[in-house]
């Protein structure tokens, strides 16, 4: 005695799960293909900023044996002023107020209006250095923009001050050893998000 419904039944099972795993292979495959998942797409936005950042500070700190980058020219230089972007240049910001007459022009804003400024990336420059009293690292913004988002990536240059350098009597980098030649180590961080 055959049971015809019971071999349909059968029949029926088996297609539906072949039906299944072929719809859950299908579905693994087109999500292992599609490259613009936010996660994705925000890892590889990052990575360009990165990138970008790395070649500006590199870019800057090349110099010719003998003589001081661009970057560290610029460091030897600053006043210890805090500057903001304003919409056409880097104006110094002084207890909160904008004095618009006094504006920071030197090579890494020429190089930051060119590559950031222009694609519209936020950015801001730290300056971390050694406090010569206590030896504890302490950081002051040259150019301040805001608090940077989360996917914000920051990228960072050391530059070796010298005695011999000549560096602005103004700045607030001190000597942390008069004893030697090395004045202080400065460590450059360019904070870059998209806004």
Do not use: C
């Amino acid at each position: 005695m055959f049971n015809e419904k019971a071999q349909m039944h059968t029949l029926e099972g088996v297609a539906s799960a072949t039906i299944m795993l072929l719809v859950i292979v299908y579905a693994l495959d087109a999500t292992s293909m599609t490259p613009l998942t936010s996660s994705t797409a925000n890892v590889h936005a990052e990575a360009e900023l990165q990138m970008l950042g790395q070649d500006i500070l590199s870019a800057l700190d090349y110099a010719e044996p003998g003589y001081n980058s661009k970057l560290k020219n610029d460091v030897l230089n600053w006043t210890g002023d805090e500057y903001i972007w304003t919409a056409t240049s880097y104006t110094q910001l002084k207890a909160g107020q904008i004095v618009p007459s006094n504006n920071l022009t030197n090579n890494l804003t020429g190089i930051l209006k060119d590559a950031l400024v222009k694609q519209g990336i936020a950015h801001n420059v730290v300056l971390t250095f050694l406090d010569n009293s206590t030896f504890v690292p302490k950081s002051e913004d040259m150019i301040y923009n805001g608090n940077p988002s989360d996917n914000a990536v920051i990228v960072s240059r050391k530059i070796v001050l010298q005695n011999s350098d000549g560096i602005n009597p103004d700045n607030p980098i001190k000597n942390i050893d008069p004893s030697t030649n090395l004045y202080n180590i400065v460590d450059v961080k360019l904070i870059l998000w998209r806004m």
